[in-house]
């Protein structure tokens, strides 16, 4: 899966996520905001007041480029977004239920 290699650097912030290969691809403005608000902007629901408001407030720096990796399965419904502050880009991609339960864990964790 693409997106594991994110997760190791993610979950434990080593090296630059400009330096992840293949994990999205470079979308519109226009096309990332629409998958975002359509899949509640991580407030679960469609059109919901929160993800509009946080659209404004987060996803709207000029200069800033979007990036998305598509649901690969029925299975990926739990969308999550990662702002790289150094490669001024916004991605979003979706984990499935037990992705994103595990995300978190790493070794020595309690």
């Known amino acids: ?3 594991a290699a994110f997760f190791g650097w993610h979950a434990h912030s080593i090296g630059d996520a400009s330096s992840i290969v293949g994990f999205v691809k470079n979308v519109s403005r226009e096309h ?3 998958v975002y608000l359509e899949h ?3 407030y679960g629901v469609a059109g919901n007041k929160h993800a509009l408001a946080a659209w404004d407030d987060r996803y709207e720096k000029p200069g800033w480029t979007y990036a ?3 649901p ?10 990662v702002t790289d502050n150094g490669a001024k880009e916004y991605r979003l ?3 499935t239920e037990a992705a ?3 995300f978190y864990d790493y070794p020595g964790k309690e």
């Open 100 to 102: 994103e339960d595990a």
């Open 32 to 34: 990332f905001r629409r």
């Open 72 to 81: 690969e399965s029925a299975e990926h419904t739990r969308m999550t977004t």
């Open 40 to 42: 509640g902007g991580g």
């Open 93 to 95: 991609f979706f984990m």
């Open 1 to 3: 899966m693409a997106s």
């Open 68 to 70: 998305l990796e598509e």
